[in-house]
């Protein structure tokens, strides 16, 4: 055991000692599968009734994000997202606001012995997808300008945590082939209509400060391009992952019953 395996296990424990809850078997899956450390792995589903609170107290905020934050961008640009889009788009909108509701409600789910693969994959595809499409836009396209530097940060942490919980969601979860085609017909049909077929009166994408003009948002420019690449190859890249893990829980249960 290494000096951190050491230090990590020592948390785990202490974690434990107020967080008691029977985990399920790690089925000791290859690390690109699961690269989480156990004892994380372990913190992580001890804290899921915590840690679904705090993503689902996300999910409000970043409902407020879309819907009421003022916006200092090019005027008149100063509403909401949401506030300038039909009701009917609203779902394909806010999508790191749904993400965070699925992880939470896919760890409660687990913690009431809910079977629901189907959001268990939606929240796994979610989680990993915004997690690494966010800090991307804001680190590559966007850059700190037009809001609080703060907030700026506070996008890339928390987005980059939310990748981190999709690699919880295996110890639970069965990643049946139905519910991964469920996730992937709700993110490939976001995907498509954020920024190849817009259906509802525009893209439907989080807006990007980088295509910020005067009197609006110009969608022939770069930064909607890089935007869009990087989120169909996270959808691949979800889409991968968990048919991977399928795969190699699948041969461990085999070895076991050999």
Known sequence: MTGHDGVGRRVERLVGHYFGVTLPDTEGLPRYVAPLPDWLEDVGLRLAWPIALVNLVGTLFGFWYYAGRP??????????????????????????????MFIGLSLVAWRLDYDADWLHMLAFFGCLKLGLWTPYVQLVINGPAGIPLWLYWFLVASHLAMAVEA????????????????????????????????????????WLRAESVVGGFDHTLPAHDLAAGWAVVLTFVAVFLALATRVEKHKRREAVAE
């Open 167 to 206: 690699f919880l969601i295996h110890r639970y979860a069965s990643f049946s082939v139905p519910a991964v085609a469920v996730a992937l017909g709700w993110y490939g049909f976001n995907d498509v209509v954020d920024y190849f077929v817009p259906i509802l009166g525009g893209p439907h994408h989080t």
């Open 71 to 100: 916006l200092n961008l090019a005027p008149p640009l100063v509403e909401g997202q949401l506030g300038a889009a039909p009701a009917l788009a609203y779902p394909l909108i806010p999508d790191s606001p749904v993400a965070t």
